[in-house]
Nanobody, 122 residues
Framework: QVQLVESGGGLVQAGDSLRLNCVAS????????MGWFRQAPGKEREFVAA?????QYDESVKGRFIVSRDNSKNTVYLEMGSLKPEDTAIYYC??????????????????WGLGTQVTVSS
């Protein structure tokens, strides 16, 4: 079965950096668009970044976060820099079985990981 496993979260201070990893198994990774979403307490899950034939970012992270992938390792990365307290959330990776246009809505993604907590202190 398909599994997505995130790692790399933690507690950091404002201005620090973190790299999240998501390793996929049970699917032909190169044929899937991969997305990163996050959910803060009391808020809906929101789009952060995605990589398909191109990359796309939410305005709130543009210029600070970079999404990339290594198809040889079935892994997608999210490099997060200049972290802010408002970046605090559980971060999820997701897979969508199409490499066309980048999709930012969670319900268009078929597979999800369990998430990794990122906490940014001020």
């Amino acid at each position: 079965q398909v599994q997505l496993v995130e790692s790399g979260g933690g507690l950091v201070q404002a201005g620090d950096s973190l790299r999240l990893n998501c390793v996929a198994s049970g699917l032909t990774f190169s044929g899937y668009a991969m997305g990163w979403f996050r959910q803060a307490p009391g808020k809906e899950r929101e789009f952060v970044a995605a990589i398909a034939m191109r990359t796309q970012y939410d305005e709130s992270v543009k210029g600070r976060f970079i999404v990339s992938r290594d198809n040889s390792k079935n892994t997608v990365y999210l490099e997060m820099g200049s972290l802010k307290p408002e970046d605090t959330a559980i971060y999820y990776c997701a897979a969508r079985g199409a490499l066309g246009a980048v999709v930012t809505t969670p319900d268009k993604y078929s597979y999800w990981g369990l998430g990794t907590q990122v906490t940014v202190s001020s």
